[in-house]
């Protein structure tokens, strides 16, 4: 995490999103793996593919294919729900 202000909402969502990726291959080393994995077989097809490179290029397609995303959160009672509610909500979510 990084130790400069953070000053909009943007920031706030990588933020939170890199800690819990990292915490995620803290506690699943598997998940790791995964991403790299991942990675690795998207820059081999992207090498092969000249035309899907250049039109993901085009766009903001290169970031969002390795883009992490987490689909769950785990609560378990109703305060960290609610403090879940403000925490999304300073997230603009």
Do not use: C, W
Not at 35 to 61: E, P, R, Y
């Amino acid at each position: 995490m990084s130790l400069h202000p953070i000053s909009n909402q943007d920031e706030i969502r990588e933020e939170f999103s890199n800690a819990m990726s990292a915490m995620y291959r803290r506690e699943v080393p598997a998940y790791g793996t995964l991403i790299d994995l991942v990675k690795g077989v998207n820059a081999v097809k992207l090498a092969q593919d000249k035309d899907m490179n250049d039109a993901l290029s085009a766009t903001d397609g290169l970031e969002r294919i390795s883009e992490e995303r987490h689909g769950a959160i785990r609560l378990g009672s109703a305060a960290e729900l609610s403090m879940m509610r403000r925490i999304f909500a300073v997230m603009g979510m």
